[in-house]
């Protein structure tokens, strides 16, 4: 379908897929993440007229055709790439399943295996999304939250601390969509002009039509 134009002159940056934390040489932490989510939405605001930095971790998914790919491992990587880009933007959609741990020290040669038991100490990640959106001169921020219980709850308390526009939560004890999976369902929070939490369902649908609708909802907050 040719693009409308709904995003036309609009920057986004959005991140995609897993970090991977390296252990060793030939070992790292990660987690399930397909990244298609990220990647759904990248295509979505290409076609709305957007310029488009995808920065993503290690997935199995073709580039999409016009987006600028900036290809990551780690969050600190993540990060840096994103310092490198988001002056411009005018969006930030934080959709990578970012590692919230990384080792305290990545171990410069193949660790060798000792006793029956070994420990690895591990250090909190920067959280991206908050970082972005705490910049002097921030872009909207959106985030993506995967619950198990209390998703609204969770969803507004992420919205306040990490100063997001939007909030995109899915409820992942429904196996059945989510990570991995081509379809999502996911419900919208946001504060609506004076604080009230607003929400808005968006029902079971492939991720390439729940895509849209959240650019939909993050064009109505732009201008
Ligand atoms: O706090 P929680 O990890 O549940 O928040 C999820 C949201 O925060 C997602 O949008 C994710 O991309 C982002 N995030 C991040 N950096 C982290 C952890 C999460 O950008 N280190």
New binding site residues.
């Given amino acids: 379908a040719p693009a409308n134009g709904l995003l036309t002159g609009k920057h986004l940056v959005i991140?995609a897929g897993p970090t991977r934390e390296p252990i060793d040489p030939v070992r790292y932490l990660s987690n399930h993440s397909s990244g298609k989510m990220g990647y759904a939405l990248a295509t979505q605001a290409k076609r709305l007229g957007a310029q488009v930095t995808l920065v993503s971790g290690p997935t199995q998914l073709a580039p999409p055709a016009g987006v600028k790919v900036i290809n990551v491992e780690s969050?600190q990587e993540m990060l840096a790439a994103i310092e490198s880009v988001i002056a411009t933007a005018d969006v930030f959609?934080?959709?990578?399943?970012?590692?919230?741990y990384r080792l305290a020290e990545v171990a410069g040669q193949k660790i060798k295996k000792q006793q029956d038991s070994m420990q690895l100490q591990l250090v909190r990640?920067?959280?991206?999304?908050?970082?972005?959106a705490s910049r002097v001169n921030p872009p909207l921020c959106?985030?993506?939250?995967?619950?198990t219980q209390n998703v609204a709850g969770?969803a507004e308390d992420?919205l306040k601390r990490?100063r997001l526009a939007l909030?995109a939560a899915n409820d992942v004890s429904d196996t059945s969509i989510g990570f991995n999976s081509d379809d999502n369902a996911m419900t919208l929070y946001w504060h609506d002009a004076d604080g009230q939490l607003c929400q808005r369902e968006l029902a079971r649908a492939g991720k390439a039509q729940i895509a849209e609708a959240i650019l939909r909802q993050v064009h109505s907050f732009l201008d």
Avoid at 93 to 100: E, S
Wanted: glycine content about 8%; some cysteine.
């Fill in positions: 991140t969050a959609i934080g959709c990578a399943a970012v590692a919230d990640n920067p959280d991206i999304l908050a970082t972005v959106v985030g993506f939250a995967a619950e969770y992420k990490k909030i």
